[in-house]
Antibody, heavy 120, light 106 residues
C-alpha cells in the first residue's frame, strides 16, 4: 500500500519561499500523477497543482505565478515550492495521489499533512 | 474557473437517518466529481469518484449521483463513524473543492 509523508519547515517568514517534500513509500513514483493540496486552519481544501512522473505539471491558476512542483525519481520524492508567501499561505499542506493513473480524479492516497505557518 | 457550491453548510442528523448532501457546479463538469470525508486533524478520505464510483473499501451505505450540474452524496443509514465534514471536488478543469458540509449529531 502506497504511503506518503510530507516534510519541511513548519515556520516560514513572509516574502520567503515555502519548500516541502513528499516522500513516497510502498510504490514507485513512475506511472502516476502527484498532487499538492492545502487547507488553511478551519477552512476548506484548495488544490495547488500536480506533477506527472514524466515531469509535466499543471497548477491552480490562482497560484501559478508562485508555484513550482518538481520530482526526484531516484529518491521517490516530489517537492513543492511556493514563493513570496504571506500569512494567507498559512495552512496544512497535503501531498496526494489519485486512483490508478488518473491526474486528480479521486485522490485516494494522502499524506498526514504538515502545518506551515507564515510569520515573522 | 469552475465554482462548486455545497449545501447545506451544516447538517444535524441522528444515527440511522438518511442523509443527502448536494454540490452544484457553476458549469458543466460531466461526471468529473469526487466526494471526500474528513475528520478533525486527519487527511480527507476518498469516498466516491467519477460521480458515482465507490472507492475501494468504502461502505455501500455511501452513494453518489448526478443530474446535470447537480451532484448528490447520500448516506443511506448514518452511522456513528460518519459524523464528519464532507467535500466535493471537481476535476473537469483544473480542480476545485466545495466549501464543505459538516454532519453533526442531532
Amino acid at each position: 500500500q502506497v504511503q506518503l509523508q510530507e516534510s519541511g519547515p513548519g515556520l516560514v517568514k513572509p516574502s520567503e519561499t515555502l519548500s516541502l517534500t513528499c516522500t513516497v513509500s510502498g510504490g514507485s513514483i513512475s506511472g502516476y500523477y502527484w498532487s499538492w493540496i492545502r487547507q488553511p486552519p478551519g477552512k476548506g481544501l484548495e488544490w495547488i497543482g500536480y506533477i506527472y512522473y514524466s515531469g509535466s505539471t499543471n497548477y491552480n491558476p490562482s497560484l501559478k505565478s508562485r508555484v513550482t512542483i518538481s520530482l526526484d525519481t531516484s529518491k521517490n520524492q516530489f517537492s513543492l515550492k511556493l514563493s513570496s508567501v504571506t500569512a494567507a499561505d498559512t495552512a496544512v499542506y497535503y501531498c496526494a495521489r489519485a486512483v490508478g493513473g488518473r491526474a486528480v480524479a479521486g485522490l485516494a492516497h494522502w499524506g498526514q499533512g504538515t502545518l506551515v505557518t507564515v510569520s515573522s | 474557473d469552475i465554482q462548486m457550491t455545497q449545501s447545506p453548510f451544516t447538517l444535524s442528523a441522528s444515527v440511522g437517518d438518511r442523509v443527502t448532501i448536494t454540490c452544484r457546479a457553476s458549469q458543466s463538469i460531466s461526471a468529473w466529481l469526487a466526494w471526500y470525508q474528513q475528520k478533525p486533524g486527519k487527511a480527507p478520505k476518498l469516498l466516491i469518484y467519477d460521480a458515482s464510483t465507490l472507492a475501494s473499501g468504502v461502505p455501500s451505505r455511501f452513494s453518489g449521483s448526478a443530474s446535470g450540474t447537480e451532484f448528490t452524496l447520500t448516506i443511506s443509514s448514518l452511522q456513528p463513524d460518519d459524523f464528519a465534514t464532507y467535500y466535493c471536488q471537481q476535476y473537469n478543469s483544473y480542480s476545485t473543492f466545495g466549501q464543505g458540509t459538516k454532519v453533526e449529531i442531532k
